[in-house]
Nanobody, 124 residues
Framework: QVQLGESGGGLVQAGGSVRLSCTAA????????VGWFRQCPGKGREFVAA????????YYPDSLKGRFTISRDNAKNTVYLQMNSLKLEDTAVYYC?????????????????WGQGTQVTVSS
């Protein structure tokens, strides 16, 4: 069992940047591929980014490429999501999730563990 925790959310102005962190307790995160998802008010969960356990493979939906960057530091047991040029529509609760998959991770991977989420609010 692994407990995931997100941090780094908050209020940010449009055009600004924020970096989210995902850490793990109970087990090393280095064993897992990790994905980030978000849920906007009144909408379903949306895939944001994913990274393989080694960091060698990343995946983004076309709509977010160039603005969002996922990375990891396995020595710190942490996965990051750097979000730049934020827009109002990026306002959401952001979740990280861990997957045992050894294939390049993506939106359809099976994610076994989920964090509680961190709120990101983008203001005009």
């Amino acid at each position: 069992q692994v407990q995931l925790g997100e941090s780094g959310g908050g209020l940010v102005q449009a055009g600004g940047s924020v970096r989210l962190s995902c850490t793990a307790a109970g087990r090393t995160l280095a064993s897992y591929a990790v994905g980030w998802f978000r849920q906007c008010p009144g909408k379903g969960r949306e895939f944001v980014a994913a990274i393989s356990w080694s960091g060698g493979s990343t995946y983004y939906p076309d709509s977010l490429k160039g603005r969002f960057t996922i990375s990891r530091d396995n020595a710190k047991n942490t996965v990051y999501l750097q979000m730049n040029s934020l827009k109002l529509e990026d306002t959401a609760v952001y979740y990280c999730a861990a997957s045992w998959t050894t294939l390049p991770p993506g939106p359809n991977s099976k994610y076994d563990y989920w964090g509680q989420g961190t709120q990101v609010t983008v203001s005009s």
